[in-house]
């Protein structure tokens, strides 16, 4: 796992964005993965400001959703439907056609699960996956022990994630305990994972997915399966790291080799 600790949040969202935006200019047909909650407001920021003053084009972008609540409908202010709308579609030039987000209003769950997986592949798979994670080291709304082969389907969230997310909601009464998602499976096949954190409250959940052993009980540590994940941080999410030090200097040789400073041969 490649581990790019940065200095602020703001910061990982520019860095978020080059690689979102790099993808999106060297192939503008590709398949996005997208997430929802605090952590990637600021990549949706930095993607639309590219967007109006750099001209990034998301025409033929199509993006699939990891997860959405059960029962909230499309336009509730909750809903991630309506998260994605308001917070990045509404802002781009993505064709509305081309955006999934499961329907946590869908009669026949498992029906609707299977269909999402197939549009994925119909579309040809997801190119890059932007992952947040929960604080119980969740990534979509896989919570611990659920299966690492999962695929999509109906999930209960602990009292943990409901707690946390009690924030968006007047009451935590209101926040659904049912989510649609998609598994750990489905995520790790992705041809590249974009996991963000920030925060003191990430450092115990990233320090497991990074440096604990794979385990169910942390599903983001799946990702050290994975053969292509960056992972961008800030310092606050980075401070239980035991290899930082190590993280820092693997850049910077990355940076240099870019930078043309490293020779080869006499
Ligand atoms: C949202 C999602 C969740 C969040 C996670 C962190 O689509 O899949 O796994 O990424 O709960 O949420 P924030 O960013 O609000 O801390």
Redesign the pocket.
């Known amino acids: 796992m490649r581990v790019i600790v940065e200095s602020s949040p703001e910061q990982v969202a520019r860095t978020a964005a080059t690689f979102v935006a790099s993808l999106v200019r060297r192939k503008p047909a590709c398949v996005l993965g997208l997430?929802?909650?605090?952590?990637?407001l600021g990549l949706y920021k930095e993607l639309i400001r590219l967007h109006r003053e750099e001209g990034l084009n998301f025409s033929q972008v199509t993006s699939f959703?990891?997860?959405e609540y059960v029962g909230l409908e499309p336009s509730h202010p909750q809903s991630?439907r309506y998260f994605m709308q308001t917070n990045f579609f509404q802002h781009i030039n993505i064709d509305a056609r081309n955006t999934h987000v499961p329907d946590g209003r869908a009669l026949d769950f498992e029906a609707h699960a299977e269909q999402y997986e197939r549009r994925i592949k119909e579309a040809g798979g997801i190119d890059l996956q932007v992952?947040?994670?929960?604080s119980d080291g969740?990534?979509?709304?896989n919570e611990p022990g659920s299966s690492l082969g999962s695929r999509t389907r109906l999930k209960t969230l602990t009292s943990e994630?409901v707690r946390?997310n009690a924030r968006f909601f007047e009451h935590i009464d209101e926040v659904p305990r049912l989510a649609l998602t998609m598994g750990v499976g489905t995520i790790l096949e992705s041809r590249r994972c974009l996991l963000l954190a920030c925060g003191k409250h990430k450092a115990e959940a990233i320090r497991a997915t990074v440096e604990g052993p794979v385990t169910a009980q942390v599903t983001a540590s799946a990702l050290q399966l994975h053969r292509d994940v960056v992972a961008v941080i800030d310092d606050d999410a980075a401070g239980n790291l035991y290899r930082r030090d190590y993280y820092r200097e693997v850049e910077q040789a990355q940076q240099a080799l870019q930078a043309g400073k490293i020779k080869f041969g006499g």
């Open positions: 997430a929802t909650g605090s952590t990637p959703n990891l997860d991630y992952l947040g994670i929960g969740h990534i979509a709304f994630t946390d």
